[in-house]
């Protein structure tokens, strides 16, 4: 983890953009390991429409609007940021798991397996 200033040490604009570039490095490696988990959750789930987990969304993004204020985040600002991460994700999964099937079908059949 990165060494950053405190908010009230910071007395310049680089100083403050100093940490945001390193916090906003944190985060995007963070965001790289969490896709990781989109990606594998992808080759589980069987079927495009099993992308939207409307129910899961819902929990998360309450859980997480909560959990953001407990921090001194605005609620709705950590809504926005997740419920844009999660439509992408969901996004990929449909296209991924879309791309599979269509793979599948059109898999030449094996010699000896036509019957
Ligand atoms: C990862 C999942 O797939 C989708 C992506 C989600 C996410 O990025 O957190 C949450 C819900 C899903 O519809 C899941 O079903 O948990």
């Given at each position: 983890m990165t060494l950053v200033k405190q908010p009230a040490d910071c007395v310049s604009k680089t100083d403050i953009r100093t940490a945001i570039d390193a916090l906003d490095e944190e985060l995007l490696q963070l965001f790289a390991r969490r896709q990781g988990y989109v990606r594998r959750m992808a080759d589980l789930k069987?079927?495009?429409?099993?992308?939207?987990d409307h129910q899961r969304i819902e929990t998360m993004v309450a859980a997480l609007k909560d959990r953001a204020e407990e921090l001194g985040l605005e609620g709705a600002q950590a809504e926005a940021v997740w419920r844009t991460l999660i439509d992408w994700n969901v996004a990929f999964e449909k296209r991924t798991i879309a791309a599979r099937l269509e793979a599948l079908q059109d898999e030449p059949t094996k010699p000896g397996s036509d019957f």
């Open positions: 069987q079927h495009p429409d099993e992308a939207f």
